[in-house]
Nanobody, 123 residues
């Protein structure tokens, strides 16, 4: 079983910055990617950013390009994986619950999800 836990959500003023953390632990066959998604009130969950574990390629939604940066810690423990989301120049439109997800080897899509962390940006 893989556990995914996000942290770092908070209330922040527009223009401010915040860093989210995501720790994934547990036995897998390996990691294909880890990513961040968000869901604003009344809206569907949307992709924010992701990182391919092999090679470290990163991807961003157009709405966050240039403002958000995804990064990772490479641990000696292959069953512990950490990814971060550095967010800057935040706007009220970034208000959402942010979810971290992991896609393990053999899975067609992200198959492990965290419970989410709330980010609220006040104007």
């Amino acid at each position: 079983q893989v556990h995914v836990v996000e942290s770092g959500g908070a209330l922040v003023q527009a223009g401010g910055s915040l860093r989210l953390s995501c720790a994934a632990s547990g036995r897998t066959n390996g990691v294909i990617a880890m990513g961040w998604f968000r869901q604003a009130p009344g809206k569907e969950r949307e992709f924010v950013s992701s990182m391919r574990w092999s090679g470290g390629s990163t991807y961003y939604a157009d709405s966050v390009k240039g403002r958000f940066t995804i990064s990772r810690d490479i641990s000696r423990d292959i069953f512990k994986n950490t990814v971060y989301l550095q967010m800057s120049s935040l706007t009220p439109e970034d208000t959402a619950v942010y979810y971290c997800a992991l896609q393990s080897v053999g899975a067609p899509d992200y198959n492990y999800w965290g419970q989410g962390t709330q980010v609220t940006v006040s104007s």
